[in-house]
């Protein structure tokens, strides 16, 4: 199965049958691909298609990204038919309007996500071997790992205290990881909406990337992407699909530190003028390698994310109560350390 990434400017999509057939002026003939080989088509330039082949690759259960061709704008998400399975929604439903369990999964997400957290500086501080660095990573260990043992003994937190927890220990790693980057990059803190720094063009680009893979995998297994645990309810945000992407963020920052690290990516792949508050762009140049390596990650980054949909739906069903934190959604989170 193939993942398609389309940044051709004008190049128009039509299908004949089983096919999707490519067409633009600099083709010596158009390009056909059978839809049994596609998993996903991902949009960057501005492309000329049908409603009647949108239809067809919903039939064909493929997913597609569109993702904005200038520098502002929303992504946009077209997954194939919902899964018929609607008890799972149902569960879901009665599940979340609980609020002692919304809490509970909100709990484990977030000390899941701090784990991972811990995990990525501890990982990116070895490979660099800077002891200018060493205090101020252990430091920022520290404080995480304080934080997560907190929630674990303490189970009192409301949904709103559960937010303000995250968000202050995000600002700890991030702290921390904007440090491991050449201060040349300009990645001095987390901005988006829009991003004014190459780092922070790529790490929304990839977050985005990680979203659709997300909400592919909730659609496929039948739960309602709106409405989630930790993310509140809001108009047109799969809610749900962005608890789920807090589990793997992780991955995503990692890899975007080594296109940097790696040189992968440098400077000169981006449009920036931060003085004037305008979008850092990535170019074209480098929107070829990012996706090269994007595609590389990928598989692994989808096979991940319908193994933590599935888990979460296998918990939800169990008559048995709700399961400890050694046996969550997950499956694989062991803080016996603590």
């Keep these: 199965?193939?993942?398609?990434?389309?940044?051709?400017?004008?190049?128009?999509?039509?299908?004949?049958?089983?096919?999707?057939?490519?067409?633009?002026?600099?083709?010596?003939?158009?390009?056909?691909?059978?839809?049994?080989?596609?998993?996903?088509?991902?949009?960057?330039?501005?492309?000329?298609?049908?409603?009647?082949?949108?239809?067809?690759?919903?039939?064909?259960?493929?997913?597609?990204?569109?993702?904005?061709?200038?520098?502002?704008?929303?992504?946009?998400?077209?997954?194939?038919?919902?899964?018929?399975?609607?008890?799972?929604?149902?569960?879901?439903?009665?599940?979340?309007?609980?609020?002692s369990q919304k809490q509970y999964w909100a709990r484990q997400l977030i000390r899941l996500k701090i784990h991972r957290q811990v995990q990525l500086l501890q990982r990116i501080n070895l490979l660099q071997s800077n002891d200018g660095l060493a205090t101020a990573v252990h430091e920022a260990i520290a404080q995480l790992n304080a934080t997560k043992f907190r929630l674990k003994q303490n189970d009192s937190d409301n949904l709103a205290s559960l937010r303000g927890i995250e968000g202050a220990t995000s600002a700890v790693f991030f702290r921390q990881y904007q440090a491991f980057f050449e201060p040349t990059l300009g990645f001095n803190n987390r901005n988006r909406r829009p991003p004014l720094d190459p780092v922070n063009t790529i790490l929304s680009l990839g977050y985005t990337l990680l979203q659709g893979i997300y909400e592919e995998a909730v659609y496929a297994v039948g739960f309602d992407p709106y409405l989630g645990v930790l993310h509140e309810v809001a108009y047109g945000r799969a809610s749900l699909a962005c608890d789920f992407v807090e589990l793997q963020r992780g991955e995503i920052e990692y890899w975007v530190w080594q296109l940097f690290h790696q040189q992968i990516l440098t400077m000169t792949d981006f449009s920036v003028n931060p003085s004037a508050q305008r979008p850092c762009e990535l170019l074209k140049s480098g929107r070829n390698r990012f996706y090269q390596a994007f595609s590389k990650i990928k598989p692994i980054l989808r096979k991940t994310a319908f193994r933590h949909v599935w888990l979460w739906q296998k918990r939800l069903t169990k008559d048995a109560p709700l399961p400890s934190v050694e046996l969550m959604m997950l499956g694989d989170f062991d803080d016996r350390e603590n």
């Design 1 to 99: 199965m193939r993942d398609i990434v389309i940044d051709q400017k004008g190049c128009q999509l039509t299908y004949d049958r089983q096919l999707l057939i490519l067409h633009h002026p600099s083709f010596n003939r158009p390009v056909t691909l059978p839809f049994s080989q596609i998993q996903s088509i991902t949009l960057v330039s501005s492309v000329v298609l049908n409603s009647t082949l949108l239809t067809k690759l919903a039939d064909c259960r493929i997913a597609v990204v569109i993702l904005p061709s200038g520098a502002l704008g929303q992504a946009c998400f077209i997954q194939g038919r919902w899964q018929a399975g609607v008890t799972r929604r149902q569960k879901q439903y009665e599940t979340l309007s609980d609020d």
